[in-house]
């Protein structure tokens, strides 16, 4: 068996749009690469508004769209880069394999958002 160690672990309930771009633009200030953000909540709660609000607090310049169906977003600023991955449609792990998910996280200098 294996511990994990989790440092920080907020959970946030909000309940309009611009409280959840005021609670992404705080915790944009805070952000480090190597941080690896799980974002849970049922479909429409904000997700991807709160990942779009950080990129643009970070200085992305690109479109930031949901990664429902391409599974894996990628984002550059001169901060890090930025991955939002949605694993709601994965049912294996052979599935993370093909995808390419693992090597991931050999990626430096980066951030994830997994959904």
């Known amino acids: 068996m294996t ?21 992404a633009t705080q915790f944009a200030k805070q952000i ?5 953000i799980v974002l849970s909540g049922d479909l429409g709660v904000g997700k991807t508004e709160f990942v779009k609000t ?3 607090e970070l200085g992305v310049n690109d479109v930031i769209t949901s990664p429902s169906f391409t599974l894996i977003n990628q ?19 052979d599935e993370l394999f093909d995808m390419g998910f693992y090597e991931l996280f050999d990626t430096s200098n980066s951030i994830f958002f997994i959904e």
């Open 75 to 93: 984002y550059e600023s001169d901060f890090a880069n930025i991955f939002h991955i949605d694993l709601y449609r994965i049912v294996r792990q």
């Open 54 to 56: 950080i990129c643009t």
């Open 32 to 36: 480090k690469t190597g941080t690896i």
């Open 3 to 23: 511990q994990t160690n989790i440092k920080n672990i907020n959970k946030y309930c909000v309940n309009s749009l611009s409280e959840t771009q005021n609670i």
